[in-house]
């Protein structure tokens, strides 16, 4: 095959003259200035989070609720630094007799595409969400819902199953509550991206004005938003979406982008610490680490050959004095974690110190002595073999340096042996509720943010874990504090239940996960409280 | 997968004619009917395979459900069905031309396609001018000296480029050009602004490079170069080494034809010889292995992609694949079987027209 030297030449030429055609070819209605450099108070996100559909019925996750929390709005939300819910786009809210929970919208509200928000709107979100029922999505968390009324404009009824829950208020904050558009979202179907973005149906804080599935998101504050968080302090969000923690931390490190969200990695975490471009902003996590105890194969269980409920709670107890939550947090996660000595997660209304008091030195640190005399006061002989199992394609490589130094801190003084097993993450999840595992590592974020979540799920009879945990008394407790009218009653309520479950160890909290920001030294306004939302409209620069 | 360099010296073989005439044609027919029990080899794995790993269910939702729950999610998603069951609707949904909807973002599998097919084409294109560009001078210049300290340096670099892990020289890359000197961005196909630009193209080609060139926009095209070099660099060297030692050995063999040394003696220029007489001949055998290193390329790309965050089709399969979305991976891995049988065949096709050697 013979290629002439002319040929090459008019080869490149016609690429040439392709190039210029086309350059008069195409228009855009992107781009503004440039990036991280782009002035005026526009900043650049980036996370390694996902977005599954920006429909609130179509996903149930943190990288989707990130973007509705930006966008849509909530009845009920919470400010700024606060855990509690108040009225968002509401004029109130509240228990207008035990199954009816009304609230009144505040009047004139709309989204950003011009249509009125009404109670309707409201009503619509609610059905369609009972309705569609995703498999990926939130319904669940409406269980305790019977029916919704819109008497007027500005008047929503809920009723609901199961009178006095209060829950419910946090759930009208949750992934199951953004308000949206009965003129663009479809009624019985997920909704596609596409059409919600086409559609502009948004009346939070922010509107989308690109979208570009896990790439890019660009926010520009919406004018019309009328809940009570305000108005956004910046000129525009770029919200850029990583696939690997490394770049995202070389991203923030660089100053490609301002602000670094979930999830760095506590190595990375701890080496930005000494990047002068940046500074690492923290704040309570949501999301715990423990250890689960199936009561039926644990040594000592209900159903292995030596079975003595005495004997395995002595076990459990004995575990707990040896952990030293310190020691991990701090060697293992860099202090991205904290330790855990409550059920109910740290910074949350009803969190205490229970298992602090209870056990170990009583300082959070370990007790060797104090361990073996539990197992000597039960009539067991140690060493005790523990098989306890772990995942580390879920919680994260780490977990190996996690469950290994357990290993030690429990084998240090002779009280158990124990074997450290891993299994894959779709066999773990399988195995955990066969009772294949005598004890084994789970984590959790809550569902929304209050304090029964970390209870009800846990110790109520038939609970997820099903480790075969059944106490009547914390049963009947935890169905007491969750219609408990009077807030301080309820919160001693949690308090006690917490003590109850302490004394019975069925799982050992561990570990309490920071929520990590990283942002750039000049980027100002950076919030994580406890309501677990991350919130772009304070961040400024 | 690679090429035998030496492959392209086998002995000739004479070709057998057909006394119909129709030789040809029963040669493409055959290599077209063969692209259908490849495909189906491969869709009918992946199926298996993936079915093997686990439901997404499970993944997605193991520590958070109780186990009646779990059972009743994945009976909603029918993936408790028998699987020749599901392997069979499955099949009956591709002959129907619908590779499904994704299960973790419920996107048409076609759509993907179509969005980060193009991501993938770009990059392979970036690739293969890298591999060429650094090939062909080298290879030249291996064959020239060859034997000599030049030609065994060369010759070593070629088994490095391709033997090395192409996540390993693409994290060397990053780390060396991005991390350390600065020079280049870390990944991506371009910055905050270019993705935007991108975004508001009102008739995308999803080629980054064209788009920029069509919108005019200087600082966009540059832009999009300087994110493309290490991809293509990385995923580059890979083909530029098969090249390489192929560019070698078929130069050797034509230096040492009558002609050349004609040309020679009657006082042509040793860089002429080499450049013109001795190189074009030797080009022949190069396009057709270029066909056949698709399939190496949209390997690399898995990883290339994943190492640089280059949002192709190659990421995606990642990202499918850790999430366990059989929809998605399977309507991947056919896309990619498809592109591969069907370059394979016409490089096949146009092999026969124009190489003598080749048999049918």
């Given at each position: 095959m013979k290629i002439s030297r002319g040929r090459l030449g008019l080869a490149i030429g016609a690429l040439s003259v392709a190039a210029v055609v086309l350059s008069g070819c195409a228009t855009s209605t992107g781009g503004s200035?440039?990036?991280?450099?782009?002035?005026?108070g526009d900043l650049i996100v980036g996370t390694t989070d996902k977005v599954v559909s920006l429909d609130p019925a179509g996903s149930y996750d943190n990288g989707s609720f990130v973007v509705m929390n930006q966008v849509y709005p909530f009845l009920l939300n919470s400010k700024y630094g606060d855990a509690t819910v108040s009225p968002d786009i509401a004029e109130s809210a509240e228990?207008?007799?035990?199954t009816e929970y009304t609230v009144k919208l505040k009047k004139g509200l709309k989204f950003a595409n011009g249509h009125e928000l009404t109670s309707s709107d409201v009503k619509f979100t609610f059905d369609r969400m009972v309705k569609i029922n995703?498999?990926?999505?939130?319904?669940?968390?409406?269980?305790?819902?019977?029916s919704v009324a819109?008497?007027?404009?500005t008047t929503v009824v809920f009723t609901l199953k199961?009178?006095?829950?209060?829950t419910w208020p946090l759930i009208l904050s949750s992934?199951?509550?953004p308000i949206v558009d009965e003129e663009v979202f479809s009624p019985d179907a997920v909704t596609p991206d596409a059409d919600i973005v086409k559609g502009d149906a948004f009346a939070g804080q922010y509107t989308i004005d690109s979208y570009k599935l896990n790439e890019l998101i660009s926010y520009k504050p919406n004018k019309d938003y009328q809940g009570n968080?305000?108005?956004?302090?910046?000129?525009g969000i770029q919200a850029k979406y990583y696939a690997d923690a490394s770049n995202l931390k070389l991203a923030i490190g660089n100053g490609d982008i301002d602000v670094a969200f979930r999830s760095l990695s506590a190595t990375d975490v701890e080496s930005l610490?000494?990047?002068?471009k940046v500074k690492i902003v923290d704040g309570p996590g949501g999301e715990i680490r423990y250890i689960v105890f199936n009561f039926d194969t644990m040594?000592?269980?209900?159903?292995?050959?030596?079975?003595d409920p005495a004997k395995a709670l002595a076990v459990r107890q004995a575990m707990a004095d040896l952990i030293d939550r310190n020691a991990v947090a701090k060697d293992v996660y860099k202090d991205t974690y904290s330790p855990l000595y409550?059920?109910?997660?740290?910074?949350?209304?009803?969190?205490?110190?229970v298992l602090k008091d209870m056990y170990g030195?009583?300082?959070?640190g370990p007790d060797q002595a104090k361990a073996e005399k539990v197992l000597k006061d039960a009539g067991i002989t140690a060493p005790v073999t523990l098989n306890l199992q772990y995942n580390g394609d879920h919680y994260g490589p780490s977990s190996g340096d996690e469950y290994a130094a357990y290993k030690t801190q429990l084998e240090k003084g002779g009280l158990f042996k124990v074997n450290l097993q891993q299994t894959e993450w779709v066999q773990y999840s399988k195995d955990r509720s066969a009772d294949v595992y005598p004890m084994y590592q789970l984590g959790w974020f809550p569902?929304?943010?209050?304090p029964d979540n970390y209870l009800a799920p846990f110790f109520?009879?038939?609970?997820?874990?099903?480790?075969?945990y059944d106490n009547p008394a914390v049963n009947d407790a935890i169905v007491q504090e969750q219609t408990e009218t009077d807030q301080a009653k309820r919160l001693e309520e949690i308090g006690q239940i917490q003590e109850m479950v302490a004394k019975d160890l069925s799982t050992l909290p561990i570990l309490q996960g920071k929520q990590v920001a990283v942002v750039g030294k000049?980027?100002?306004?950076t919030t994580l409280d406890a309501s677990f939302k991350f919130r772009y409209a304070p961040l400024k620069k | 997968m690679a090429v035998d360099a030496g492959a392209a010296l086998a002995p000739v073989q004479p070709r057998s004619k057909s006394k119909g005439g129709g030789g040809l044609w029963r040669y493409i027919l055959v290599r077209l009917v063969l692209i259908i029990p490849t495909v189906f080899i491969l869709v009918t794995t992946v199926f298996f395979l993936m079915r093997i790993t686990g439901d997404p269910i499970t993944a997605a939702l193991g520590g958070r459900l109780p186990a009646d729950q779990l059972a009743q999610r994945i009976h909603e998603a029918g993936y408790d069905r028998p699987l020749i069951v599901q392997y069979g609707d499955y099949l009956a949904g591709i002959l129907h031309g619908d590779f499904g909807t994704t299960?973790?973002?419920?996107?048409p599998v076609t759509a993907i396609l179509l969005q980060y097919g193009s991501a993938t084409l770009e990059l392979a294109i970036y690739a293969l001018i890298v591999a060429l560009i650094i090939s062909i001078p080298l290879g030249l210049i291996a064959a020239y000296r060859r034997d000599r300290w030049q030609d065994a340096t060369l010759r070593v670099m070629a088994i490095l480029a391709y033997a090395t892990p192409i996540f390993f020289a693409g994290l060397l890359l990053k780390l060396v050009f991005?991390?350390?000197?600065?020079?280049?961005?870390?990944?991506?196909?371009?910055?905050t602004r270019t993705e935007l630009l991108m975004s508001g193209i009102?008739?995308?080609?999803?080629?980054y490079l064209l788009d920029a060139i069509r919108l005019g926009n200087g600082p966009a095209i540059a832009d999009v170069l300087q994110h493309a070099i290490l991809p293509a660099v990385a995923l580059g060297l890979l083909t530029a080494g098969v090249f390489l030692r192929l560019i070698r050995t078929n130069v050797i063999g034509t230096l040492g034809q009558q002609y050349v040394t004609s040309g020679r003696s009657r006082g042509v220029s040793e860089y002429r010889l080499l450049t013109k007489h001795a190189y074009r001949p030797a080009l022949i055998p190069i396009i057709t292995v270029m066909g056949m290193q698709i399939a190496l390329l949209l390997a690399g790309a898995v990883l290339t992609e994943t190492t640089f965050e280059w949002k192709g089709i190659g990421f995606m399969l990642a990202e499918y694949l850790k999430s366990r979305d059989f929809v998605a991976v399977q309507g991947i891995v056919v896309m990619i079987a498809v592109v591969v049988a069907v370059t394979n065949f016409i490089v096949d096709i146009v092999a026969a027209f124009i190489d003598p050697r080749v048999r049918y």
């Open positions: 200035d440039e990036g991280s450099s782009s002035g005026g228990f207008t007799s035990p995703d498999p990926n999505g939130p319904a669940s968390l409406l269980g305790n819902l019977a819109a008497p007027d404009d199961n009178g006095n829950d209060q992934p199951a509550a968080l305000g108005p956004a302090q910046n000129t610490k000494g990047n002068s040594p000592f269980g209900a159903k292995t050959a030596e079975a409550s059920f109910v997660a740290d910074g949350m209304p009803g969190a205490t110190t030195d009583g300082n959070g569902d929304f943010s209050d109520m009879k038939d609970n997820f874990l099903a480790n075969h000049n980027v100002q306004g | 299960i973790t973002d419920r996107r991005s991390v350390w000197l600065g020079w280049l961005p870390v990944s991506g196909r371009g910055n009102d008739t995308p080609t999803g080629l």
